[in-house]
């Protein structure tokens, strides 16, 4: 009965999914077909590649080449077959003009079959180029867009739409410009080859044919088109899924919800499966369509031609080249279908790459930021937030009107309750967002009057969730300065009470850390964090809870190192255990998204009914009195 039920909701929760999934990219419009051709272009100016517009040029002149050579291919084959079937008074001539009509056939095919080749050895550079370009471009972009575009993306979506739209740039280039419009321009040729050389009926039989071919081809197309949006949408679902479960196993593990991450996932390759056999069975009621309509052009194309040459307007060579030059333009024909709905989803998928880096991030640049200069005092940097506040568009609360100073050479704690605005102030004072009310000044200067990159030398974060790259502990530390040498590394490690414990490893510095650093413990991954944060050698030093996985004894061990680091140096501290930043040169109580007291230890915990001295009596309680 289990069993049941559960494949009983697996199929209710199918139309679900495929509803949201479809809802999700029917509303994706495509760009107008101009507007695509043009970001197309530009994508190739920008693309660097060598020899740009030689290649371009030359390029294009052979596929023009190769396609008015295969309209000529038939009529010298024809000539050939005239020439075998005239009569002849010496059968050594009639044998010497049918083959050099026959070889010069053979050389015209050749060439004609060469030049698309050798037009895409000279293209292929430029279409890598605009690949690489396109897809860098995006992904250097989407670095530096701001955080509310990273915390609402998921990765594993992002990641596809860059790779689907970098392809497509290569396919539009390669499949759009030599061949579809080649393909018109050998119709409109062969048309005219057909009209002078024989009857204009022979030229309107192969224009109509092919109108007849395309207009159908895309009114099935358009139908199949449908199919290929779900599966696009549920490749992205399924990748964002698989990502997200792979990512957080250790949730997923913790609650037990293997079966459920891998029934999501199976759903969405479901919604997949569906439409793939869709799109399969109307790909061969599409081909079989095709099909018919190709072979009733080459029926009509041969009786009318057999009529005329029984009329004796006409030699049996003229018949084969009438017939062959159709054939020749049937053979572009073939992937009309595939071409058009390539050409549709790899518009649209160029343009949902687009999209993202028409995204303006919310912190940028000024265009006359200037980098922060060195600090005038040896103790530090200093800063300052003067009556900031800032509201978050998915919380009823904010940061008001926050005002302090951080003398250089000084520590502030920052204590209060989970979603008092601590971290908020952490990713101003970083500029990882900017106020919306007042400013936030270091050394004297608004953080957006500064480059980006001088204020983050300048200022050094060790997080309470120290995140690792997928690489060794050497690249791990050096990731802040990646120019130290390696002594210099050894020191941050070693002063971050990480050096014995790296040592003690068979491969040592080279050791790598997994996935976000899976494989150390979180005791290990924030000393990685605190030595990342100790070779960076920043005028400004914010610890946001980075002994909070620390056992006891190293968390003491560390406090007398980061006491260390202080010197020459403004620190802001983020602590939710007030023994760490007892010593601390002030102290900012946050409650609600405001400063509710202020001042050093001694003086907060003298303060009767004080927020501070509520919470230290609660610490000091529960370590007088365990449980």
Do not use: C
């Amino acid at each position: 009965m289990a069993m049941r039920g559960e494949r009983s909701g697996r199929r209710r929760a199918d139309p679900e999914v495929r509803a949201q999934l479809a809802g999700v990219e029917t509303r994706t419009e495509g760009p107008g077909t101009l507007g695509a051709l043009m970001d197309l272009a530009r994508l190739v100016s920008r693309s660097r590649a060598p020899w740009l517009r030689t290649r371009l040029t030359g390029a294009i002149l052979l596929t023009l080449i190769g396609k008015a050579l295969g309209v000529l291919a038939p009529l010298a084959l024809g000539a050939a077959v005239n020439r075998l079937a005239a009569d002849q008074g010496a059968a050594v001539g009639v044998a010497a003009g049918f083959v050099a009509f026959a070889l010069g056939w053979a050389v015209i095919r050749f060439l004609s079959s060469a030049a698309p080749q050798l037009s895409d050895m000279v293209f292929a550079p430029v279409r890598q180029a605009a690949q690489r370009t396109t897809a860098a471009e995006t992904f250097a972009h989407a670095l530096n867009l701001s955080l509310d575009f990273h915390q609402t993306k998921r990765s594993g979506s992002l990641s596809r739409t860059v790779e689907r739209g970098s392809r497509a740039v290569d396919f539009l280039l390669r499949i759009l410009a030599f061949n579809l419009i080649p393909t018109g321009l050998e119709l409109i040729l062969a048309a005219g080859v057909l009209a002078g050389a024989y009857d204009w009926r022979f030229g309107a039989v192969a224009v109509a044919v092919v109108v007849i071919y395309a207009v159908i081809t895309f009114a099935i197309s358009n139908w199949r088109l449908e199919h290929r949006r779900i599966m696009n949408a549920a490749d992205s679902e399924a990748a964002g899924q698989a990502v997200d479960a792979l990512l957080n196993y250790e949730t997923v593990k913790a609650f037990g919800a293997e079966a459920r991450a891998a029934d999501s996932y199976e759903r969405a390759l479901g919604v997949y499966g569906d439409a793939a056999v869709k799109a399969n069975n109307s790909l061969a009621v599409l081909n079989m369509t095709q099909g018919l309509i190709m072979n009733v052009g080459l029926g009509v194309m041969a009786v009318m031609a057999g009529f005329e040459a029984a009329a004796g307007r006409m030699g049996p060579g003229d018949v084969t080249a009438a017939v062959l030059i159709l054939i020749s333009l049937y053979a572009p024909l073939n992937i009309l279908g595939f071409a058009y709905r390539e050409i549709r989803q790899s518009f649209i998928d160029m343009e949902e790459m687009l999209k993202v880096t028409r995204q303006s991030p919310q912190v940028a640049d000024a265009p006359d930021a200037l980098d922060l200069p060195p600090p005038a005092d040896d103790r530090g940097g200093a800063v300052a937030f003067e009556g900031v506040g800032f509201q978050h568009s998915s919380r009823a609360t904010g940061l008001d009107d926050i005002s302090f100073i951080a003398a250089p050479g000084t520590t502030t704690a920052l204590v209060g309750p989970s979603g008092a605005g601590k971290s908020t102030i952490v990713k101003l004072a970083l500029r990882l967002l900017d106020p919306q009310v007042g400013r936030v000044l270091i050394d004297g200067l608004d953080a957006r009057a500064v480059t980006q990159a001088s204020l983050r030398r300048a200022v050094a974060l060790v997080p309470q969730d120290v995140a690792l790259f997928n690489d060794s502990l050497a690249v791990n530390i050096a990731f802040a300065r990646p120019g130290a040498s390696e002594a210099e590394v050894w020191a941050a490690a070693d002063a971050a009470e990480l050096g014995d414990f790296i040592r003690g490893l068979p491969e040592g510095m080279e050791t790598r850390v997994g996935e976000r650093g899976l494989k150390l413990s979180g005791g290990e991954r924030q000393r990685v964090g605190i030595a990342r944060a100790l070779l960076a050698d920043p005028r400004i030093l914010i610890l946001d809870e980075a002994t909070s996985a620390l056992d006891s004894r190293t968390e003491q061990a560390i406090q007398k190192t980061l006491r260390k680091a202080r010197a020459g140096r403004t620190t802001l501290v983020v602590a939710h255990r007030l023994s760490t930043i007892a010593d601390a040169d002030q102290i900012l109580v946050l409650k609600d998204g405001r400063i509710v007291e202020r001042g050093t230890h001694m003086e907060l915990v003298a303060r009767q009914g004080g927020e501070y001295a509520s919470l230290w009596r609660k610490q000091t309680r529960g370590a007088r009195n365990p449980a």
